[in-house]
């Protein structure tokens, strides 16, 4: 068990380019969470999935984000059309089933310049 | 919506104090409540989790206690050291809801 991995850990990009973001989560965990965090803030959901089924999406969710989790295992997510504003720490996270402890990854920082 | 307070925002303390970290919930229908640890452009590290039947929990040197019906937890670290400086969140998770989170006390212990 080597935990919730994340990559790239660090990412820049111009404004308008489309960025993914890769999360593999601890194995047979059947939950997996994105959350984004900006400075000084707690981190917010974004969205998550029970196995390859995304369940919930937050408003926060524009439709130039888009996640994925085929098989039930690692889970993407795309940002296409990037604005500054979408500069944050993205944090994926997994669980063994619900009401159980999140584990969380190390995080994607992105800068949209 | 639940929403969650955590006072206070920053915090700096000699080391070797005993300190109090401070989270409050606005509903009290949740199943448990977990404390984080994140160091500066880091993810985070769970520390404790209450579930909501529970009245603390304790993690060496930490203690965190919950009191379900009056919307409160508190973190309560002994003896702080200088690699306890990080900034400490709380969360709350109402069941088959993502978790809802403070925004962060941010510690810093001094030598």
């Known amino acids: 068990d080597t935990g919730v991995s994340q990559d790239p850990r660090h990412k820049i990009t111009k404004r308008g380019q489309n960025v993914t973001f890769r999360c593999d989560p601890i194995?047979?965990?059947?939950?997996l969470y994105w959350y984004r965090q900006t400075l000084g803030q707690g981190p917010e959901f974004l969205t998550y999935?029970?196995?390859?089924?995304?369940?919930?999406k937050s408003r926060l969710l524009s439709d130039r984000f888009s996640a994925e989790r085929p098989k039930g295992s690692f889970s993407t997510l795309e940002i296409q059309r990037t604005e500054q504003g979408d500069s944050a720490m993205y944090l994926c996270a997994s669980s063994l089933r619900e009401k159980k402890t999140q584990y969380f990854g190390p995080g994607t920082r992105l800068l949209v310049l | 919506k639940q929403e969650v307070t955590q006072i206070p925002a920053a915090l700096s303390v000699p080391e070797g104090e005993n300190l109090v970290l401070n989270c409050s919930f606005t509903?009290?229908?949740?199943?448990?409540l977990q404390w984080f640890r994140q160091d500066p452009g880091k993810g985070l590290t769970s520390l404790l989790l209450i579930q909501s039947s529970q009245r603390e929990q304790t993690s060496g040197r930490l203690n965190a206690s919950l009191d379900k019906s009056s919307g409160r937890s508190t973190l309560y670290i002994a003896a702080s050291q200088p690699g306890d400086s990080a900034t400490y969140l709380c969360a709350v998770d109402s069941g088959n809801t993502p978790l809802v989170f403070g925004k962060g006390t941010r510690l810093s212990v001094i030598a």
């Open positions: 194995s047979e965990h059947n939950r």
């Open positions: 999935f029970q196995n390859e089924a995304q369940l919930e």
């Open positions: 509903d009290s229908a949740i199943y448990n």
